[in-house]
């Protein structure tokens, strides 16, 4: 996830409206989940794939094929983003349960607990199976619960990308993102730490977070970028210039809080009203609105629930028809 303010990132987040409560807001409830053991539902070999935005999968970095359904591990942690979760058994079978449902990208950050996240991911995966891509993120800090500050320093950089190579027990990390862009640094020190650890073998590819089209272009004069992770859903598309850009530039797009809250829209909305006629819920009717609205979109939807991850990935199989789609996007003007 990311953020152009940390601390105005974790409010967001955690005032979002419950699942529980967005789906209580739909008129039909019945969510269309995927309980058939560990077949995989995602994938090249799916045969819904009929045009490239309905493609279920991306070329990360051009070299790294993913399922465009993610998984975000932010939520596996404890209440806050902080500490250990409640069921730390629980926590573990979310992730392999996950990977058996056809995910294999991950979204976590050494923010995340701090460090729990990562470390919940290797106790639960490692040694990771084939084509499995663990995306993880540096530069905030956590001093103590509800706290994210920024430090974009380049050795604070460098040890971070250490310490997350350690605790997810890699060599090399597939995707690092910068986490935010510190102001009280310039970006290019940032990102030229980053370059370095590229340089050695430490990174293969590197990715931006909660940053604007300028940045990104800034950024690119540094180093190849291959990920933008901003804030974006159905109702929120302050970011709707990045994915645009990043459409054009061929950069995965993988929004954050991507199912949004559901706040702002009046009842019986054309959300509502296409998750009623399919007998779906309204989250799997707005991951299916991200998938379609980008070739490039990677939505990372995190949950604690092995019910809800299944209602999630189940969304995958949604194509929604030119007029729910159309009707839907019209829910943000």
């Known amino acids: 996830m990311s953020d152009e303010s940390p601390n105005a990132k974790q409010k967001r987040v955690d005032s979002g409206i419950t699942r529980r409560t967005f789906l209580g807001m739909s008129l039909g409830t019945g969510a269309t989940l995927f309980a058939g053991g560990s077949a995989t539902i995602l994938g090249a070999d799916s045969s819904t794939a009929t045009s490239p935005v309905t493609n279920p999968t991306w070329q990360l ?13 932010m939520r596996i942690t404890g209440e806050g983003i902080w500490g250990w979760p409640p069921d730390r058994e629980n926590a573990l079978k ?18 995340y607990g701090p460090e729990t996240s990562e470390l919940l991911i290797a106790e639960a995966l490692h040694p990771y199976p084939k084509g499995l891509v663990i995306a993880t993120k540096g530069g905030l800090t956590r001093p103590g619960p509800g706290s994210w500050v920024p430090n974009g320093r380049p050795e604070h950089l460098k040890q971070a990308v250490d310490g997350s190579l350690k605790r997810l027990r890699l060599d090399r990390i597939d995707l690092y993102q910068l986490h935010t862009v510190d102001r009280k640094v310039p970006m290019e020190a940032s990102l030229g730490a980053l370059k370095e650890m590229q340089d050695v073998g430490k990174i293969r590819h590197v990715g931006l977070s909660n940053v604007d089209p300028e940045e990104i272009e800034r950024a690119r004069k540094v180093l190849p970028i291959v990920s933008v992770q901003n804030q974006y859903n159905i109702e929120n598309r302050k970011s709707e210039n990045v994915l645009v850009y990043c459409e054009k530039k061929s950069l995965g797009f993988m929004p954050w809080f991507p199912i949004g809250g559901g706040r702002g829209l009046k009842p019986d909305n054309a959300l509502e009203r296409a998750a009623k006629a399919r007998g779906a819920s309204v989250v799997q009717v707005a991951l299916a609105w991200l998938l379609e609205r980008s070739p490039v979109m990677l939505p990372i ?33």
């Open 61 to 73: 970095g051009g070299d790294l094929p993913v399922n465009r359904l993610g998984f975000g591990a």
């Open 94 to 111: 979310v992730l392999r349960r996950a990977v058996e449902l056809g995910v294999n990208l991950i979204d976590t950050a050494d923010a």
């Open 301 to 333: 939807p995190g949950t604690s629930s092995i019910a809800h991850l299944e209602e999630n990935v189940a969304a995958a199989a949604i194509k929604l028809n030119p007029a729910e789609w159309k009707a839907i996007d019209a829910l943000a003007s």
